[in-house]
């Protein structure tokens, strides 16, 4: 028999959620901004309709029975079990019904397969565990790191940091594109299948390495769209968000040139390969100050500091004392590899470790791999006194 | 064909379960170990379902705990993408997949008029094969590296770079594979082959029909999984390139061979909650159920169309669009018999003599949940909505509401039923009521809200989280612990009343029909049909 215990769980439950603040439980998808991003919501809605209405008429029907066709209200069986003309209805209508959501769908997944004709192409790379964008035609490439302090994030020795607005959402480098521009997106990967994932764009598409897919968005409204990686890629995958700024076009513009200033300068055209990841093949590029000049000899006292800030990239699982979480992520506090032979420190992260999580990092430049070498050759207990200049790793590259 | 099982009428003067009262049924260890009878193996797959089943539902309590709150309270995010990892391993092949194989080891032989299974010696290999597998699959915590973290699905090139824990699975998938074709084999040869005289295909009890076609799933499908997880391990060790683009391979591949097993796979462990749902709603209807013959079909249709959906686990791949569209247009389509299976069961009920023992209401509240589990499922198949909802909560909810108000529901709601049966003891109903409703209470707080999570963007298989998500994802870890923590009540009630429960009828539920109801007392004998019923 029914009790009257769910009917007074349900009401408690109701009353705890309406008190609690109505704005912090979302319950809609985030409002869209591109013309795919509003088909998907309104197919959305049009699915849900169709399951209400559905829903409605079959729990009204087994509720109906369960209140009235039971023994306790003496009720009697019929013995009925079967009627060839109310099966074949309820086959043929849910199909019509079915045909009628399929049209609409149809028409969007046709619209999000045409990347034609788009003003501006941005090359994505997923990396373990951040992500890359590269605008070809404007010369510019930088990787996009999760900002959020460590501090805020981590809790299992006591309490963090207050978590800011943004907590897990934000990047050192958002994608920045133009409004009411069509950008075509090509998204590959570096090393495991990642998913580049912004809600608000309408996009979720697979990063894949070795593959190109591509995807394409127009965005109507300037604003901050924020979204994550979506396919679980290594123990970060929680930590690697995308941000995407829509700016007018003139503000677009501006960003862009800014950006290219900051590019590093081509290597010379007569010499060995670009310097480092972040070169471009743009010619004609402007004359930046050469920030990363591959010959430039640095201090150790620079070149720890630097490395300090580029440790940034190793943090997440070699841990700021250095310490690691052995045996996955060794320490390199006191380790062989960080005080012993300098190449072999080196190679380990230029090419990584195969069949471990060690990736590599040659997709940092020469100057900051150099950095972090250094830094973490002579940091915690590590005392080798040895300056890695980034003309060593242009020389170990190849 | 059954002769081997029937009483010997010309000399013996004692059939092999005459013998039995003479000297009891078989005791100690070895009885266990060497068990050939079709109810001992039953009880072994149940009960070893049943402690899996509390393993991987105490790594979902892990899960949820840290996701109590945004930031990292207690686990290492690789040790939990371990946790998510093998708590969907534990789940399906080590409780629900189990616990389905008992019940048709149970129940099969006995509705169908048969004395044991076709190959009882096999049956008891199927079963003890699964030991060594969740040995390993719990061994591989403790190893460098750690557990796979790579999601049940084990996608490469991720579960390329893991430790050799991914070995240690990857050996116990092929057991676990090995086991339950084996027992698949069993099951059609023995359905095929030993029903009782009179007993057609279409008399049998709709259990019996869904244990066929599943079997049929099982042996299509595991072989497939075998392939894509060896092909894994020669890219780890062999050199091989299957996934690897560097080697002119395709990580997308593998999506394709796995899914192609995995779509099966998840009607593998719906179509025998069906069945059981079958026998418990006509019964406390005290009505037959409505349109078997559409049932039968509508469940055949259903494993048929299962072959060809499964790339719509793969919407953001980025298959072309008549792939995508294909698959859209065969994933909706496959509600259409699911929906006819509900309206059947709706019209079972319809004008029926209903009351609302602990098994109905485990029925009752599969036919609602698993419903909600549907439309949530029909909202996915839709390929735009997929591209927004594609490895966020709503899949997560989508899945757990077919698999835990759907596939769980209905082994509880079964154990009930059949408790009584099995050991001639009837289970405390006060309890029983008492369980369903903390589940449900428990089940819909945990994942209901997750659909609100995916709707808004909230990535699965993360240990953390941004602050819009904290709300609905502290009223799901709440609903999470009453949930879990109100399955003991269950096992407390199962314990207590094969120790020490009233004693059971032989028809212990009035509307019941099948042989093992109408023909057998509580509890059933160690042999039963040693001679074979003749239905009229």
């Known amino acids: 028999m029914l009790s009257r215990f769910p009917r007074a769980a349900g009401a408690a439950t109701a009353l705890a959620v309406c008190t609690a603040s109505l704005a912090d439980y979302h319950v809609d998808i985030l409002p869209p901004v591109t013309t795919v991003s509003t088909d998907i919501y309104r197919l959305h809605w049009s699915i849900l309709w169709v399951c209400v209405v559905i829903f409605c008429i079959v729990f009204g029907a087994m509720f109906w029975s369960i209140f009235k066709h039971r023994r306790s209200l003496g009720a009697k069986a019929a013995q009925f079990h079967e009627n060839t003309v109310i099966e074949v209805i309820w086959t043929i209508v849910p199909f019509i019904i079915l045909i009628s959501m399929a049209y609409p769908a149809t028409r969007t997944v046709l619209a999000m397969k045409d990347a034609s004709n788009a003003d501006i192409t941005v090359k994505v790379t997923a990396y373990q565990w951040k992500w890359e964008y590269d605008y070809q035609q404007d010369g510019i490439k930088f990787l996009a790191n999760l900002s959020t302090p460590r501090d805020q994030i981590d809790e299992r020795n006591g309490p963090g940091a207050p978590k800011n607005e943004n907590y897990l959402l934000e990047v050192d480098n958002p994608m920045v594109v133009p409004v009411g521009k069509k950008v075509r997106l090509l998204i590959t990967s570096n090393d495991v299948i990642h998913g580049w994932y912004v809600p608000q764009l309408g996009i979720n598409q697979y990063g894949i390495p070795g593959f190109i897919k591509d995807a394409w968005f127009t965005i109507d409204t300037p604003g901050v769209y924020r979204g994550q990686c979506s396919q679980i890629c290594g123990k970060e995958h929680a930590y690697m968000p995308i941000v995407v700024i829509a700016k007018a076009p003139a503000e677009y513009a501006a960003w862009a040139a800014d950006m290219k200033a900051k590019m590093p300068a081509p290597a010379p055209a007569a010499a060995a390969p670009a310097e480092s990841a972040t070169q471009t093949a743009a010619a004609g590029g402007a004359a930046a100050a050469p920030a990363e000049d591959p010959n430039k000899k640095w201090t150790l006292a620079e070149l720890k500091a630097r490395g300090e800030k580029a440790y940034a990239n190793c943090v997440a699982c070699h841990q700021p004392t250095g310490k690691g979480m052995p045996p996955a992520f060794p320490a390199l506090d006191g380790s062989k590899v960080a005080t012993g032979p300098k190449a072999a420190h080196i190679a380990i992260v230029l090419k990584g470790k195969p069949g471990t999580a060690m990736a590599s990092f040659a997709h940092l430049s020469d100057t900051d791999l150099a950095a972090l070498v250094t830094y973490e050759r002579n940091a915690w207990g590590n005392k080798t006194g040895d300056a890695i200049q980034p003309a060593e790793i242009k020389a170990a590259r190849k | ?536």
């Open chain 2, 1 to 536: 064909m059954s002769t081997v099982t029937r009483a010997h009428d010309h000399g013996h003067e004692h059939g092999h379960g005459e013998a039995h009262e003479h000297h009891g049924a078989p005791y100690g260890v070895t009885r266990w170990l060497y068990t050939t009878n079709h109810k001992d193996i039953g009880t072994l797959y149940l009960w070893f379902a049943c402690t899996m089943f509390f393993i991987g539902g105490t790594m979902a309590l892990a899960i949820r705990a840290e996701l109590f709150k945004p930031g990292l309270q207690f686990l290492d995010p690789e040790f939990f993408n371990s946790l998510t990892t093998v708590h969907g391993l534990v789940m399906v092949f080590g409780a629900i997949m189990p616990a389905f194989v008992g019940f048709a080891n149970w129940l099969v032989p006995m509705q169908i008029g048969a004395a044991d299974m076709a190959f009882p010696r096999m049956n008891n290999w199927s079963f003890w094969l699964l030991i060594p597998a969740a040995l390993l699959l719990m061994a591989s915590f403790l190893v460098p590296g750690g557990a796979a973290g790579s999601g049940w699905t084990l996608y490469p090139p991720l579960v390329i770079q893991q430790g050799i824990a991914v070995d240690m699975t990857i050996l116990a998938v092929h057991i676990l594979g090995a086991s339950s074709i084996m027992g698949s084999i069993n099951i059609i040869t023995t359905i095929l082959n030993m029903r009782a005289p009179g007993m057609t295909l279409m008399r049998m009890p709709l259990f019996v029909w869904t244990w066929i076609i599943t079997a049929y799933l099982l042996i299509a499908v595991m072989p497939v999984l075998a392939g894509a997880v060896t092909m894994l391990l020669t890219d780890r060790h062999f050199g091989t390139s299957f996934f690897s683009a560097a080697g002119g391979g395709d990580p997308t591949m593998f999506m394709h061979i796995f899914w192609f097993f995995g779509h099966p796979e998840v009607y593998i462990m719906i179509l025998p909650a069906f069945g059981i749902v079958s026998q418990i709603i006509p019964a406390f209807a005290r009505k037959p159920l409505f349109g078997y013959a559409s049932m039968v079909y509508a469940t055949a249709s259903i494993a048929v169309l299962s072959f060809i959906v499964w790339g719509h686990h793969m919407f953001t791949v980025g298959m072309p669009a008549a792939g995508n569209l294909l698959f859209m247009y065969a994933t909706m389509l496959i509600a259409v018999p699911t929906g006819v299976k509900v309206f059947n069961w709706i019209a079972t009920m319809w004008r029926g003599e209903m009351t609302f023992e602990t098994p109905m209401l485990f029925a009752v509240g599969f036919l609602c949940l698993f419903t909600i589990g549907g439309f949530s499922g029909l909202v996915l198949s839709i390929v735009p909505v997929d591209i927004t909802l594609h490895n966020t909560y709503y899949v997560v909810a989508h899945f757990h509401y077919v698999l835990v108000s759907g596939a769980l529901f209905a082994i509880l709601g079964g154990i009930y039923f059949w408790l009584p049966k099995w050991s001639g003891k009837m289970y405390n109903e006060s309890l029983g009521k008492l369980h369903f409703w903390l589940s449900m209470i428990g089940f819909n707080l945990t994942f209901f809200p997750q659909h609100f999570l995916g709707l808004a963007g909230m990535p699965r298989r993360v240990p953390d989280y941004a602050l819009q998500f904290a709300e609905w994802n502290m009223w799901s870890s709440i609903g999470a612990f009453i949930f879990g923590l109100s399955q003991l009540i269950f096992l407390y009630n199962v314990i207590a009343t094969i120790r020490g429960g009233a004693r059971a009828e032989q028809k212990q539920w009035e509307g019941a029909d099948s042989l093992e109801w109408t023909h057998l007392p509580s509890p059933a004998p160690y042999h039963t049909f040693e001679v074979a019923p003749v239905i009229k």
